[in-house]
């Protein structure tokens, strides 16, 4: 049987081993998916191989350790400095990130997006905006403050504070800000997000886990949205696909996970 595992601080939250173990169990696919509580991230690689493990994903704090510790980085990861899931490749630790590529799966249905905003200048959504410029989008990022903002320039994005936000007209706006999360708060102010719930035709939170008061006001104008649970359904189904060495096909993996989604 093979092992897989979840590493982060914390981890008890974590709905991965959900996700994977439905997998696993309803297609016949003989592994086991668990959490570990890693509380020193340069430990990653010795803990991966002590316990014999096939695969695992990372979590918060330790993505950066993530990647430090792999013999070898593939795909986006090498962009964003950052791995979410590692596979054991005879012997050699490899890894990649699945979460931009998770999100891109998430808004598959969405047609014909060219110009996106971007709500937010954390590490959510430096990933998210280099994946958007990679596949051609046209990247705006509004953030509540400046600093942050710097990095988005640098890689081609249009960005604004709150203050010297110009409005105008996209295919979707993604709030990737933690506004919402334990609060009622918007991600940016009301009049803002009025005029931009306007003049967009799609939406999607990182958020997961509740309707996010964004979306929520997305939902009653009737604009399609996606909320986090979407994004981490398609980092989970990436992963698998890894793990399972691309035995299975999505669309059962995508079918198994959703199963663990309700609220
Ligand atoms: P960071 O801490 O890196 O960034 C947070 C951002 O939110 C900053 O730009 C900050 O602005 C902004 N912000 C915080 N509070 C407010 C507020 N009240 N109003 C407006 N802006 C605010 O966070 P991450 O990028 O790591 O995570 C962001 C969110 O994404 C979290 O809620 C997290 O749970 C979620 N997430 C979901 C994932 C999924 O799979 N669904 C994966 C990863 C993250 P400022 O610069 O001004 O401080």
Redesign the pocket.
């Known amino acids: 049987m093979k092992l897989f595992t979840i590493f982060g601080d914390p981890v008890s939250h974590s709905k991965s081993p959900l996700m994977h173990n439905s997998v696993f169990t309803n297609l016949g696919y003989n592994a086991c998916y668990t959490r570990t509580h890693l509380k020193d991230g340069s430990k990653i690689k010795e803990v991966f191989f002590e316990l014999a493990l096939s695969g695992a994903n990372v979590t918060v704090p330790y993505k950066e350790d993530a990647y430090k510790a792999c013999d070898e980085v593939r795909g986006f990861a090498k962009k964003v400095g950052v791995v979410n899931t590692l596979v054991n490749e005879n012997g050699k630790l490899i890894g990649y990130n699945t979460?931009a590529d998770g999100f891109m799966f998430s808004i598959k249905e969405f047609e014909d997006i060219k110009k996106v905003l971007v709500l937010?200048?954390?590490?959510?959504?430096r990933a998210l905006s280099m994946k958007f410029l990679e596949v051609g989008f046209d990247v705006t990022v509004l953030?509540?403050?400046k600093p942050?903002l710097v990095f988005f320039q640098d890689i081609g994005c249009a960005t604004f504070d709150w203050e010297s936000f110009a409005p105008s007209s996209y295919d979707l706006v993604v709030n990737?800000?933690?506004?919402g999360?334990k609060d009622d708060?918007l991600?940016?102010p009301t009049k803002i997000i009025k005029n931009l719930l306007q003049n967009t035709r799609y939406t999607a939170d990182?958020?997961?886990g509740k309707l996010t008061p964004f979306l929520q006001l997305a939902k009653n104008k009737n604009i399609p949205f996606k909320d986090?649970a979407d994004?981490?359904l398609g980092?989970g189904v990436l992963a698998n696909e890894l793990f399972t060495c691309n035995e299975l096909d999505k669309k059962p993996i995508e079918i198994q996970m959703r199963k663990i989604f309700s609220y």
């Open positions: 979460d937010g200048a954390g590490g959510t959504a953030n509540r403050s942050r990737t800000t933690s506004a999360l708060a991600p940016a990182a958020i997961y986090g994004m981490l980092q």
